[in-house]
């Protein structure tokens, strides 16, 4: 009764979720449109660890310079500062974000992007004009107001809010896109884990000239540690948006008492933390925000999805908000694009959530787990709950003494930082996709761990090119071209990358492209990366890491997750048959 419809996704929200995927969706000539409440992207910095995963992302739909280009030199990344103020005491540094002398190589040998740090309100106009490129339709000042499905489709009631007019869409499908207060979540009946409110903070964008405290130890955070305090982000974080001029200052406040939000009050918090009463402060702008622990326990309802903060909620420890976000969208696209092409059956859209809630879980663990762990830091200061500040200093001061006790307080001092790797240095975390659904074909030889048992996963990221990881990177060449791996696949495109025994699977692909051609389906990439292959393996990585032999191949999903792994194949039908094989059931079609 309700078709026909007017779109096929109706993605609600253009935030990093949404605008990555309206830029993957126009990318397929998907019919979709884009919604935000707002006039405009957003108006303030908010997130800005972009880690290279993310940055893959944008580099697969060709972003990657452009969001380069907005955002700070990461020679700005490499120090995390603890001091009592700018101007004062200077407690602790730790190297973050992969930049440091001890991790820079296995970040460097991870990815071929480097993270990247870029305010929130700088990278959402690029991903916009990158959508708009793409042929994407985005709406602003359009506000979801009722959401409902049935088995045939979504139906919105949307209010412009310029104008106060409101009309119904109808899509086959909708992207709740829309937050942490997530409309979509909420009226379609999405079930939560977890807890909220587990705190209250205050982001104060300003303006305040600190190259002078900043310039020999630059960074991305410095953490403020006054007595009196015992909230985990200690007297105030300050992130730096613009080296060393522009910042947002992040506090924690009792909720039981709303915070002062007046200029001078905003003023005088900055100026506590600053030590310095001669620096000028310009407020921009404050806004509240509140500490959840909360993941969808499905991110799929019928015929609608979760992604981003709508599905994941958790504090901005790990910088792993937006970052998630724009992994989520690159999971869902290719599938619905598949999916309303008509390659692929309704199973395949299951699989998004199958893959993509369990790193959610993962990620709102994490962060919430870090937030914990600065405890330990306030508590190796000697700051204690109830003490008075001459008793916080004195405390601070004996922990720099001489002296036996001072000792054993500077190692659980040193201890309670080191732990803190675990929040500034996870590239594990940040890293290590690996995913269980039918959209993979596991291979049981793989039972094995591939992980010494030394190494930390939330620390350390193990490259696999295991059926469920994303395919490793490795440095290739090509006339003259120097190039990853992870290039030459995705791009919205299933690949078989092969080795340098391929005849079979080559008559196999070409005839499989065939096939695909005369129905009007996309076919497959074949991609051969070998010592001496089309893509030349002139550091022998890909040698080491690819996990089949010279006459194997391995079937690579469009967001670069390896979905198959095939040994030798005797021939070419024997070859065509395995890989239509594995198209079926990972595409549902079998
Ligand atoms: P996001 O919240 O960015 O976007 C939601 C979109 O949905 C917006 O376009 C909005 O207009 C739209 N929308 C919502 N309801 C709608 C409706 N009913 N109709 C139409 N449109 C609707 N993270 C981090 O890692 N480090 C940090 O320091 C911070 N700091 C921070 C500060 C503040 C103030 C906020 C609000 C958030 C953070 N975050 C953060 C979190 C980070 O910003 C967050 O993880 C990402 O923005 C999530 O991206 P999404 O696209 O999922 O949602």
Request: proline share 5%; hydrophobic share 45%; charged share 25%.
């Amino acid at each position: 009764a309700h078709t026909p419809y007017d779109v096929d996704v109706l993605v609600v929200g253009a935030g990093p979720a949404g605008l990555t995927l309206a830029n993957l969706l126009a990318r397929e000539g998907v019919d979709a449109l884009t919604i935000t409440k707002y006039p405009s992207t957003a108006h303030s910095p908010r997130a800005h660890i972009t880690n290279q995963r993310a940055m893959e992302v944008y580099r697969d739909l060709g972003l990657e310079a452009a969001v380069r280009a907005v955002a700070t030199d990461n020679s700005y990344l490499r120090n995390n500062v603890w001091a009592t103020s700018f101007a004062g005491r200077e407690i602790a540094c730790l190297e973050t974000w992969g930049a440091g002398v001890e991790r820079s190589s296995d970040y460097e040998a991870a990815s071929p992007t480097a993270m990247c740090n870029v305010p929130q309100h700088r990278l959402e106009p690029v991903l916009l004009d990158g959508a708009l490129a793409a042929g994407a339709q985005v709406r602003f000042d359009t506000e979801l107001i009722a959401v409902a499905q049935d088995e045939a489709g979504v139906t919105a009631r949307v209010r412009d809010r310029r104008t106060g007019a409101e009309s119904a869409l109808r899509a086959r499908y909708a992207v709740g896109a829309d937050g942490a207060r997530s409309r979509v979540a909420k009226q379609l009946g999405f079930s939560f884990t977890g807890e909220t409110d587990l705190g209250a903070a205050l982001n104060i964008w300003l303006e305040a000239d600190l190259t002078q405290y900043c310039e020999h130890r630059r960074g991305t955070l410095y953490w403020m540690a006054q007595p009196g305090n015992d909230y985990w982000v200690g007297s105030g974080t300050w992130i730096n948006v613009t080296p060393f001029t522009e910042w947002v200052l992040l506090v924690m406040y009792d909720p039981a008492e709303e915070p002062d939000m007046s200029e001078e009050a905003l003023i005088e918090r900055a100026r506590l933390t600053i030590g310095d009463p001669d620096v000028e402060i310009t407020i921009k702008s404050a806004s509240k925000w509140s500490i959840n622990h909360l993941v969808a326990d499905d991110y799929r309802r019928g015929r609608a999805f979760l992604a981003g903060d709508a599905a994941h909620r958790h504090p901005p420890a790990n910088g792993l908000g937006t970052n998630t976000s724009a992994q989520d969208a690159f999971n869902l696209a290719w599938k619905l694009a598949a999916v309303l092409r008509g390659q692929a059956g309704d199973a395949l859209l299951d699989t998004y959530s199958a893959e993509r809630q369990p790193v959610g879980r993962h990620v709102v663990d994490r962060a919430l787990k870090s937030v914990e762990d600065m405890a330990g830091i306030s508590r190796a200061l000697g700051f204690e709950p109830g003490q008075s500040a001459e008793e916080g200093w004195a405390a601070l001061d004996a922990l720099f003494g001489p002296g036996e006790a001072a000792r054993a307080r500077r190692d659980e001092f040193n201890t309670a930082i080191e732990l803190q790797n675990h929040q500034f240095n996870a590239l594990g975390t940040e890293m290590d996709v690996r995913y269980a659904s039918t959209a993979v074909l596991a291979d049981p030889a793989d039972e094995a761990p591939e992980r010494p048992a030394d190494r930390d996963p939330n620390l350390h990221f193990e490259p696999s090119a295991r059926p469920g990881a994303m395919l490793p990177h490795a440095r290739i060449e090509r006339e003259r071209r120097a190039q990853s791996s992870i290039d030459v696949v995705g791009h919205g495109r299933f690949a078989l990358v092969t080795g340098i025994d391929d005849a079979a699977w080559r008559q196999a692909v070409d005839e499989f492209n065939a096939q695909a051609a005369a129905a009007g389906r996309p076919g497959l990439e074949l991609v051969q990366i070998a010592q001496g292959g089309q893509w030349h393996d002139v550091f022998a990585e890909w040698d080491r890491l690819r996990s089949v032999g010279d006459a194997g191949a391995l079937l690579v999903r469009p967001d670069r997750v390896i979905a198959a792994r095939f040994p030798a194949a005797a021939d070419a039908a024997e070859a065509r048959a395995r890989l239509g094989a594995a198209l079926d059931a990972i595409l549902g079609t079998a």
